[in-house]
Every structure is written in structure tokens, then in C-alpha cells.
């Protein structure tokens, strides 16, 4: 008797066992590939207190080029560069001249490598989340200062520093097709901090020692991207 009702169990079954595996096999099977990524977007500055004196900088514009593996459905390694072109910290005193103010001027080269993690991978418009690490060298302008005992504007030259930088990010992928895909992204960025030379010159006067002037080197950024698929 059980010979025959597992014999009906299976012929009873046997139709949504059949469309179960045909379903199955029409699932496609993730394959890796490389990709490069042509980004730009504007570069929103945090203040850069410490002891500069100056609040955030003015929005600026930034782009960059990535290269990197989809290694499975989920994550993604990149390495990447970035420019970050100048940006204007200033400051005046109220109720002065616009000759009486303070001002810096920054920009830098980043080197990144970054993980990315697909939330939705197999969507056609796929959020993820975005971290990295890197190097940023960053060049400052000659910090510029009225100085009030003089009359006279004070000079420091920048200094270039190679610094560690780190960013962490959000962003959506809309796959146009099997070989273009579009990106809009946030991240903050932190790229360590900018300074100056251990010296100072006011007009018609010899360099004299001072403590170098130091800022944070901080980043709101929002960019569109571009990826190629191979």
C-alpha cells in the first residue's frame, strides 16, 4: 500500500518539480568582469578651522577615473583617482574694507581603494554603500592675512603634504545594459589637513618663524558617474 502512495505522491508532484528546475535554469549565473568609471561632480568644503581662522571654503568641482573588478553579486573592488580643483576659504572683518581679510585657497590629488556593496544586486536600480582608503596630496595656496600692526598683508607659503585619506559614501546604479550603467553618488571625504611653511613674510620685511597654520581638509561631495563594463 505505501508503494502506491508514494508512487501517487510522485506522479502528483512530478509537474511542479519539472517547472521548479526549468525556472531555475533560467536564472542567470553571475559572471565577473572589469569596469572603468569616469565621475565628476562639486566638492562641498567643511570649514577648515583649527587655527586658520576660516570657515568652509566655496563649492568647487572635482572628477575622477576608477578602475576595478565586480567580484560576485554583491561587492566590488576599485582603485581610483580624484581631483579636487581649488576652493576660496575667506574671511572679513565686519565693518571693514575688503582689504582687511584673510584668505586660502586648497586643492588635491586622492588615490583610492574602495569597497562597494550592492543592497539590491539583482535590480536594475541597485543602491549601495561605498568605503576606501587611500593617500591625498594636498596643495595649499600662500595663506594670506592682514596684519593690523603693519598695515600690511602677512604671507605664508603653502606647503604640499601627502596625507592619509579616507572616504565613505552612498550611491544608486541605473544599468542601462549589459555594458553601460549611469551612478549618482554622496560621499564624505576626509583627506587629512593642509598647511603651511614654518614662516612668514610681510612686505619689505625678512621671513620670521612662526607656527605652521593648519586646517581640516574635509569634503561633502556629490558626483554623477559613468560605468563601462568589460
Not at 575667506?90 to 565693518?95: A, F, L, N, R, S
Not at 549601495?128 to 603693519?150: E, L, V
Not at 603634504?161 to 545594459?177: C, D, E, R, V
Not at 549589459?178 to 619689505?204: C, L, M, N
Request: net charge positive; glycine share 8%.
Amino acid at each position: 500500500m505505501l508503494k502506491y502512495i508514494i508512487k501517487f505522491c510522485c506522479f502528483l508532484f512530478l509537474p511542479f518539480i519539472s517547472f521548479a528546475v526549468e525556472k531555475a535554469s533560467e536564472i542567470p549565473i553571475f559572471k565577473p568582469y572589469n569596469f572603468v568609471k569616469l565621475e565628476a561632480g562639486s566638492a562641498i568644503p567643511t570649514p577648515l578651522g583649527n587655527n586658520t581662522g576660516l570657515s568652509a571654503g566655496k563649492t568647487t568641482y572635482t572628477f575622477g577615473i576608477a578602475g576595478g573588478r565586480k567580484l560576485d553579486e554583491f561587492i566590488s573592488l576599485n582603485l581610483e583617482y580624484m581631483f579636487r580643483g581649488n576652493s576660496t576659504a575667506e574671511y572679513y572683518v565686519p565693518g571693514q574694507t575688503n582689504d582687511n581679510n584673510t584668505s586660502w585657497t586648497t586643492k588635491s590629488h586622492t588615490f583610492m581603494m574602495n569597497l562597494s556593496l550592492d543592497l539590491m544586486p539583482s535590480s536594475r536600480v541597485t543602491p549601495y554603500i561605498i568605503a576606501g582608503g587611500g593617500i591625498s596630496i594636498n596643495k595649499p595656496s600662500t595663506y594670506n592675512q592682514f596684519d593690523d600692526k603693519s598695515s600690511k598683508f602677512a604671507y605664508s607659503p603653502g606647503k604640499t603634504t601627502k596625507n592619509f585619506a579616507w572616504q565613505l559614501g552612498l550611491g544608486i546604479n541605473f544599468n542601462a545594459s549589459e555594458t553601460f550603467s549611469t551612478e549618482i553618488e554622496y560621499r564624505f571625504i576626509d583627506k587629512g589637513t593642509v598647511e603651511t611653511q614654518p614662516y612668514q613674510t610681510i612686505s619689505g620685511k625678512k621671513p620670521t618663524a612662526i607656527s605652521p597654520i593648519k586646517g581640516n581638509f574635509r569634503d561633502n561631495v556629490i558626483m554623477i558617474g559613468l560605468k563601462i563594463k568589460f
